[in-house]
């Protein structure tokens, strides 16, 4: 049977400003679904009624959503877990499960949220006046995957696929097999393609989110919304670029309240069949196209906060 997780729902994150974070969030590609006092939540052209939530707190990482597989109700997860199903009371309702992993990230598991209505994608035709229509933020279809410093690399592995059924997709190792430096794992859907990894997890100094990364409409989209956030001289990281691993086009940028977001494209699927890889990876042993990461990039990882 596949993992209790089909796919990854929302990333909520910290910021103590909520309209700085709402024009970042809407020049980065993301629409606005609703706004209260001390929520954001913000959705793309897909079918889900929010992919991004920000709650007005010091800048960080509150959680990250994960939904259940459908197959498996949310209720039968009450004794593994030992924690009790409670209603959401955000947009498109629901139930979810509240766990905390080894670093203390808080882990919500949701199912039942109502499907919202998918919007247009953009008009690649050009208009009457001769003028291109593609400019402005680029179009977001999902959140894709999120990535993950640590300092309980193994505890961390184990947990997250222990409890979820995630896949190992593969392993970055340096200089020997077990000096591991990160993995990525996938979710298990079994004959069905999914993305190369739905969970990024890195060695590393601290705790904390490395970067939320967002699906775009089609890969010429990242070029767009590049250009987009250039031009409002927004803090470009690093792209764009190519990860050869997973066949991934992308471009990092940090929010004002330096939270990573990454504009993402890639065409290259996995299964329950697909081949678990250890790479080995070092100085001269670059696995991405373009330049070398700065450090800054390298050493991401905004605070896990305890709400």
Request: aromatic share 8%; net charge negative; with cysteine.
């Amino acid at each position: 049977m596949p993992g209790i997780v089909s796919s990854i729902a929302y990333v909520r994150l910290g910021a103590p400003d909520l309209d700085v974070q709402e024009k970042f969030l809407q020049e980065f590609g993301l629409l606005t679904v609703q706004r209260d006092a001390d929520r954001l939540y913000m959705r793309g052209l897909g079918p889900r009624p929010f992919i991004h939530v920000t709650e007005r707190a010091e800048s960080g990482v509150i959680a990250v959503g994960y939904d259940v597989h459908p197959d498996v109700p949310i209720e039968s997860l009450q004794q593994r877990f030992g924690v009790q199903v409670e209603a959401i009371d955000e947009p498109g309702g629901g139930k979810r499960l509240c766990l905390r992993d080894p670093n203390g990230m808080r882990v919500e598991l949701v199912q039942g949220r109502e499907v919202a209505p998918e919007l247009a994608r953009r008009n690649p035709l050009r208009g009457a006046e001769s003028v291109s229509q593609d400019h402005g933020p680029a179009r977001i279809e999902q959140l894709a995957h999120t990535a993950y410093m640590t300092t309980r690399l193994q505890e961390t592995l184990d947990w997250y696929q222990g409890n979820f059924g995630f896949l190992a997709t593969d392993e970055l190792f340096i200089e020997k097999k077990g000096n591991t430096l990160g993995r990525f794992v996938r979710v298990d859907m079994g004959d069905e393609p999914v993305f190369h990894h739905v969970l990024f997890i890195m060695r590393g100094e601290k705790d904390g989110l490395h970067h939320a990364s967002f699906e775009v409409e089609r890969v010429d989209e990242i070029f767009i919304g590049g250009d987009h956030l250039h031009g409002l001289r927004y803090d470009h990281v690093r792209g764009i670029g190519r990860h050869a691993l997973g066949s991934q086009i992308f471009d990092y940028w940090m929010s004002p309240f330096e939270v990573m977001h990454e504009h993402w494209s890639s065409n290259e699927k996995m299964n329950v069949h697909s081949r678990f890889n250890e790479i080995q990876i070092g100085p001269g042993m670059s696995h991405d196209s373009g330049e070398r990461p700065p450090e800054r990039f390298v050493k991401q990882a905004s605070p896990i906060l305890q709400k």
